[in-house]
């Protein structure tokens, strides 16, 4: 099972058990709020999620107060739930014992030895009903655990009246719900055992020998024991009552036929040197009935020997995977980084697996149909647990899932996985992973509101981000998630909206306030063709943020859009403006550079050109402290690098490279960097347009001096 587990022995499902109940008491002081950095993406831990705290009451002791406090102001501190949870338990306090159990397993809902322990405390209450309820409640929470199915099992055991004629089917069809969920896992060993021995109590023979058939093919821990089981099963009883009507009439004739042959032959012989006149049966001597359940008995082990030795070259393939595995059930503290290789390790190997098993069958010569033309029983065809699709897959998957439950790494790789598979299931794998495991971190919200946009429910992705953002207020790239996803849907009024919202609540953050301002500028001008709405946009924003290098290159960059004939004196206007302000002289230069470009390219006049020529010169004499500046070519760029900051600036200009892919946005946190992490995405790169030492031609518009 997938949360059973020993960091020392494997061998001992008792040492397992043991060991399991041991870490669940053993936690830090708190868990921590820190970021995570997990494959290079952050993980931002979980927020915590206040609980009501009881009302205080006079008969209320001071210490479940003073507890109960500390989960309301801590609810992520593992510790304190524990505490809390043996204090009631202590007490023996059923109604506090119950509101305590189930806050926290609405917190912590892969803690299977407190759904054993809230099912014992309804049980011990005389709740019977309700007890069976809290193990169907923890089994759809965590439902690949064997633990938590044979507890459920053995409450049933305990409550049902095995007289009634429904009471067997309903635990045979428990335990075939058990072998569906966890039967492939590779720890599921004590549940297929409890299955067979409770066959056998219900003198079920031939259902026992059929579990056995059915637990050789898989590859579980203890695999060698199965055999050495089914061999005993086997010597125990007559074969007619183990083995099926099918397979006992063919083994029986097989046997018969080949006692026939072996003793034709010198029957003849012994006829043909009898005395005159004595009859002499020809009908060979029929094999005595303990020869006979012996020749039995051989067929069927010759049979089951390949299915074993099949089956036990692939428990070797995955032993080392299990072996690497040493915390394979849930907890809050975090797994070092090895673990997290191992379990993408043992994935990358068994989705490998699967594409040669679908290589091999398409060629008819797949390992499992071998399995089932030697070994499998008739009665049993259609129920094998040799998986002819990716189940084995999914099963690992759900492992990894309850080990690595707060890393959103492997619940991305899951639904990327299952969404050629199944838009269903990996909808269902969003949710729990959304609003259960990982309520507070936004990447994985945002890749579930993309999936729901993608396969066309626009309502519930704009649901997705609205509930985030309700979560995590400030953060800038759901709000131009939300604006993105509305202007996709064509709602360009709403996309608006959004964003002139965000720009209204951020003027008390300039960085911030800036960077709305220039996406809804951007928005008002391409989408919306409204140029003075965006200019007014820059305007303002100009007026709180006035030494913003964006915001200068923002506007400028809407007064070159517009017509040449009536922009020139707007372009220079801006130009003037930035070049008033505090900006840093490469974004200077790179302004006043476009600016002259401009003059350049629309200029009516000569005139016009040399005044925003000449000052562009002098703008790079007072930065660069020479005559004549790096774009006139006649200075070598590597000197003037040498003598001022300034001068490095304008040197680098000669040498800009063309734009570059942006880097990844993933977990970065706008409330908190403004914009800067989305700079090479979001705001103009102005060195990417080519203007790489455009004035740096042999002569300038004046002659060299004699």
């Known amino acids: 099972m997938a949360e059973e587990g020993s960091d020392d022995d494997k061998s001992s499902n008792e040492e397992l058990q043991d060991s399991v109940e041991m870490e669940i008491t053993d936690v830090p002081e708190q868990l921590p709020t820190a970021v995570y950095e997990e ?12 609980y009501p705290r009881p009302p205080a009451t006079e008969e209320q002791p001071t210490d479940l107060e003073r507890l109960w406090k500390a989960v309301h102001d801590r609810p992520q501190d593992f510790t304190s739930w524990t505490d809390l949870l043996q204090y009631c338990e202590q007490e023996n306090n059923v109604a506090t014992s119950r509101k305590a159990l189930e806050a926290f397993l609405a917190r912590y809902p892969l803690c299977y030895g407190y759904w054993k322990k809230f099912a014992d405390l309804e049980r011990r209450a005389g709740n019977g009903s309700k007890a069976e309820e809290v193990c169907i409640q923890g089994l759809q929470a965590i439902p690949l655990s064997v633990d938590l199915w044979i507890h459920y099992i053995n409450l049933l055991l305990g409550t049902l009246d095995m007289n009634l004629p429904d009471s067997p089917m309903r635990i045979r069809n428990v335990f075939e719900e058990a072998i569906a969920a966890t039967g492939l896992d590779f720890l599921s060993d004590r549940l297929w055992d409890l299955y067979i021995e409770w066959e056998k109590e219900q003198g079920n ?27 005993t099963h086997l010597n125990s009883y ?35 040197d009898s005395p005159p006149g004595e009859e002499q049966s020809t009908t ?4 005595d009935a303990e020869e006979l359940k012996l020749k039995i008995r051989e067929m069927v082990l010759t049979r089951r ?25 849930f907890h809050v503290k975090p797994l070092d980084r090895l673990q997290l290789c191992s379990w993408h390790s043992y994935l990358d190997w068994e989705i490998a697996q699967l594409g040669n098993h679908s290589t091999e069958k398409g060629g008819h010569s797949t390992r499992e149909e071998g399995y089932e033309e030697s070994a499998q029983p008739p009665e049993a065809s259609g129920s094998s647990p040799v998986p002819k699709d990716d189940s084995r897959v999914r099963i690992l998957f759900e492992r990894c899932l309850i080990a690595c439950a707060l890393y959103e790494e492997f619940w991305t790789r899951y639904v990327r996985y299952l969404e050629p598979k199944s838009v269903d299931e990996t909808r269902r794998v969003f949710q729990r992973a959304c609003k259960v495991y990982l309520t507070n971190q936004p990447n994985i919200h945002m890749l579930w509101a993309t999936f729901e946009e993608r396969h066309g429910d626009i309502t519930e992705a704009r649901h997705i981000l609205e509930d985030l953002e309700k979560k995590l207020p400030g953060l800038a790239v759901l709000r131009l998630r939300r604006a ?59 007026e709180i943020s006035p030494d913003n290098d964006k915001l200068h290159m923002n506007l400028l960059e809407l007064e070159l859009s517009g017509d040449p004939w009536a922009s020139a004196e707007a372009v220079q206007d801006c130009v003037k403006r930035a070049l008033a302000a505090s900006l840093t ?19 009516t006049t000569i005139e016009s050109v040399v005044s925003v020529y000449e000052g562009h010169q002098k703008l790079l004499k007072d930065v660069c402290g020479t005559k004549r500046g790096a774009e006139d070519g006649d200075e070598d760029p590597a000197k003037l690098s040498k003598t001022h900051e300034g001068s490095a600036v304008a040197a680098t200009m000669s040498h800009v490279p063309m734009a570059t892919p942006p880097p990844s946005m993933a977990g970065t946190d706008m409330a908190q960097s403004g914009y800067s992490g989305y700079g090479n995405w979001y705001q103009p790169q102005y060195s990417s347009y080519g203007y790489q030492n455009t004035w740096n031609y042999n002569q300038s518009y004046y002659p060299p001096s004699q």
């Not at 494959?39 to 206040?50: E, F, H, I, K, L």
């Not at 007559?238 to 026939?260: A, D, F, G």
């Not at 089956?311 to 059930?329: L, S, T």
């Not at 909206?497 to 951020?506: G, M, P």
Request: aromatic share 6%; net charge negative.
């Open 205 to 231: 023979m031939r259902q026992a020998r059929a579990i056995l058939d059915r637990v050789l093919q898989v590859p579980t821990q203890l695999y060698n024991t199965h055999y050495d089981k089914f061999k």
């Open 39 to 50: 494959n290079g993406s952050a993980t931002v831990a979980a927020d915590p999620v206040v």
């Open 585 to 603: 002289p490469h974004s200077k230069i790179l302004l006043s550079q476009r600016g002259l470009q401009y003059a350049e390219d629309y200029s």
């Open 284 to 287: 060979p001597e029929r094999a």
């Open 305 to 329: 020997d390949k299915v074993y030795h099949d089956n036990e070259g692939e428990v070797r393939k995955r032993w080392q995977f299990e072996e690497a595995i040493k915390r394979p059930y």
């Open 238 to 272: 007559e074969p007619k009552e183990v083995l099926s009507q099918e397979e006992y009439e063919e083994l029986r004739l097989l046997c018969c036929q080949s006692q026939e042959t072996e003793k034709d032959e010198p029957a003849i012989e012994e006829t043909k």
């Open 484 to 542: 993105a996803l509305e202007r996709r849907a064509g709602q360009l009024e709403k996309s608006e909206a959004l964003l002139l919202e965000a720009v209204a609540e951020s003027k008390e953050k300039p960085t911030l306030h800036a960077f709305y301002s220039i996406k809804l500028s951007r928005l008002l001008l391409k989408l919306n063709r409204n140029t003075e709405g965006a200019r007014k946009i820059l305007t303002e924003a100009l």
